[in-house]
Each structure stands twice: as C-alpha cells, then as structure tokens.
C-alpha cells in the first residue's frame, strides 16, 4: 500500500505539532507548511521547521503573505498583546490576537499546495473549545471551506472530495497534550507564545501561554516551556 498524501498546517505550536504527530499516526505522508504572514516574531517559523524533522514530514515549505498590510491585529499591527486575561476573558470574547481571515487565507494555501500535489487530505490545528473566541477556529467554518475547495479548484470540479481533517476539534488543551504525549510529541521543541522575549522565551502572560501553561497543569504533566524570566523590581 502506498501512503496517502496529507498537506499540513503547521505553526510551530502545540496544536498543529500535535496534528501532525495525528496525521503521521494515520498514515499519511505529510507535507508541513508554515506561514510568515508578518507576525510579531520568527520564533514560531523556526519552531515549525524543528517539529516538520522530528516527527518526520516528507518535506516543510515556507510561504510568505504579509498580513500587515491589513493589519486589524495585535500579531500584525503595533498594537499590545493583552496579558494575564483570566479564563473567563479568554473564553468571553473575540481578543485583539485574533487576527482577520487568518485562517481562511492559510487553508487556501494548504488546498493550492494540496491541489499541485495531487492530495485530497488536509490537517489543521482548529479547536472550539480551548481559544481564544477565533470565528475561524469553528466546525462550521472549516465545512465552509470544504464546500468551497469543491468549487474553487480543478481538481474538485473534476470530482475530488477534499476533506479537512480537525483532530483537536473538540478536546481540551489538556485533552490536546495526553494525545500528544501519547503520539510522541516533544512539546520542547514547540512555540505558543504571542509576544516572547528577545531570545525567544515565552512571556507566560499572553493567552495563548495561559492556555498552554493551564493545559499542561491539567493534563497533569511537566511544562517543557522556556518562560521569561520576571523583571526585577528595582529598589
């Protein structure tokens, strides 16, 4: 039997390694893509190409759309990242991290990148419990999408059935991590954070490291997370 090709989105954080850890687990032979849509650091882009190698994608590709043209957004404009937000902030509305059609213009890539390749399959990281509030990070959307690669391609109005596959859909981050530990996944060599420090560290107070951080207290299991350290108060 010949593996099937599977193109997969992949950010350099724990979602999307977890996906793709999935996707290997099913079978697939992956092809990662990231991203540089002109967020606020490349920590994430060399996080994602670390993740392709060690769990083993055919090969990783980089493409660059700068979203900072519409900008609209704390990752692409200069805008501040909101910290220490509690869980019921995080889970209340849609943040200033969300940023527009983000989502939208990524399937797009991974379905052109998917169509030269002759794949049908796509993986993505989208989760509709443990977010930020993302319109994006819905079932209903990524049906949507499934909907429209069947008009907006050759391949589907020739009759191919794309399917994007969402494995985190509905587990929580804790959820996300037993999954991954259970697949293998090396969580040190992932990045979450929105806003890290020079040397990459992550901030511990963006809500995508409170989700992390909350996540791996829950799932009852080390934090592999390199955090800033606090500054010293001065006297």
Not at 111 to 131: K, P, Q, R, S
Not at 153 to 180: E, F, S
Not at 198 to 203: K, Q, T
């Amino acid at each position: 039997m010949t593996e099937r090709t599977a193109v997969v989105l992949l950010s350099g954080g724990l979602d999307s390694a977890t996906c793709l850890a999935w996707a290997r687990a099913q079978g697939f032979a992956c092809h990662t893509l990231a991203v540089d849509y002109g967020q606020r650091h490349a920590v994430e882009l060399k996080a994602a190409r670390r993740v392709a190698t060690a769990l083993g994608a055919v090969d990783h590709a980089q493409v660059a759309v700068d979203l900072r043209a519409i900008g609209g957004s704390a990752l692409t404009a200069a805008v501040a990242v909101p910290k220490h937000r509690s869980d019921a902030e995080i889970g209340g509305d849609i943040p200033i991290t969300y940023v527009p059609a983000r989502n939208t213009v990524f399937l797009g890539l991974a379905l052109g990148l998917a169509e030269t390749l002759g794949a049908t399959d796509l993986v993505a990281g989208m989760n509709a419990i443990d977010y930020s509030g993302y319109p994006d990070c819905r079932p209903e959307f990524v049906r949507a999408f499934e909907s429209l690669a069947r008009v907006a391609t050759r391949a589907g109005v020739q009759g191919a059935a794309y399917r994007i596959h969402t494995p985190l859909m509905d587990l929580d981050k804790a959820g996300i991590i037993r999954l991954g530990q259970a697949l293998g996944v090396d969580y040190g060599l992932t990045h979450s954070c929105y806003d890290p420090a020079p040397d990459g560290a992550a901030c511990g107070g963006c809500d995508a490291c409170v989700l992390r951080r909350n996540g791996f207290v829950a799932a009852g299991l080390p934090d592999p997370t390199r955090y800033a350290l606090p500054a010293k108060s001065g006297r």
